[in-house]
């Protein structure tokens, strides 16, 4: 949902204050920017207790008014309110902290739907969506993912087919300071699959399931694509989103 280049060594240093909203992106004056997806479904906001900042990119969410986007200025205490109910949001988002003199801190959500890659070079962060804005970091290709591409068994992970260029997953922190770490989540604990209880309804828990997920969206269906891979996870929603607005769907495979 963004681009970005940060400096952390740099943050604070020069003559105005650290962050600042031009009208497309988040900018200070030794350069560092923050620049998110133009987009309907996307909306921003910034906050600063005058040491620290808290830059939010995250999808939109219905029956919620949008957020402005030029960083507001709050009280320590109140900032951290603000970060806490940001690792909350119930959809898509990433979660960019940054402070004079300290490593850049990058948190995705757990309702992850795009991608953010990430390149280290020279103490600078590069960022972005699109794989191919970092090509000029691309090393070598990186054997043990390739392989698994080849034998069609991906594993989501920080690993791309390139060195040099790594891939924030839902819930890791990217931290970045003298080099770029990027720390996984805690496992989230699995439970053994229960027992159908006689004459359950399969098939409307799932549709209920994608339900909910459309509904946490403020979708248009008329304005609205789905991608359709051929596979059954894109077909499974686009019937249900074509059962639920008849004729308005457009999709694209």
């Known amino acids: 949902m963004l681009t970005l280049q ?3 060594e740099r943050l604070g240093t020069g003559p105005s204050p650290a962050w600042r909203w031009n009208g497309t992106s988040y900018v200070t004056s030794d350069g ?3 620049t998110p997806f133009a987009h309907q479904m996307v909306e921003q906001a910034a906050a600063t207790d ?5 830059i939010i990119v995250r999808e939109r969410v219905p029956r919620r008014p949008g957020a402005t986007p030029a960083p507001v200025s709050v009280t320590p205490g109140e900032l951290d309110v603000i970060i ?3 690792r909350r949001w119930p959809v898509d988002h990433l979660l960019i902290e940054t402070a004079p003199h300290r490593p850049v801190r990058i948190t995705a959500g757990g309702v992850r739907s795009t991608p953010l890659f990430l390149a280290h070079s020279d103490g600078v962060l590069y960022g972005s969506w699109d794989l191919a804005d970092l090509k000029r970091f691309a090393g070598d290709i990186n054997p043990k993912e390739a392989t698994r591409l080849l034998i069609y068994r991906p594993r989501y992970s920080t690993d791309t087919a390139f060195t040099g260029i790594r891939r924030l997953t839902e819930r890791a922190t990217a ?12 496992p989230v604990l699995h439970a053994q699959p229960r027992d159908l209880v006689e004459g359950a309804d399969v098939l409307a828990a799932f549709t209920a399931g994608i339900d909910t997920a459309l509904d946490a969206r403020p979708i248009d269906p008329d ?3 789905c991608h359709l891979t051929g596979g059954l996870d ?6 249900r989103a074509a ?3 008849p004729g308005r769907i457009n999709t694209r495979r």
Do not use: E, F
């Not at 005058?50 to 808290?54: E, I, L, M, N």
């Open 243 to 245: 059962r639920r607005w």
């Open 32 to 34: 560092s920017r923050v």
């Open 175 to 186: 931290v970045v300071g003298g080099d770029l770490v990027i720390r996984y989540p805690d």
């Open 84 to 86: 806490a109910q940001a």
């Open 234 to 239: 894109s077909g499974s929603i686009a019937t």
């Open 223 to 225: 304005s609205t694509l």
């Open 6 to 8: 940060i400096n952390p």
């Open 50 to 54: 005058g040491t620290r900042t808290a």
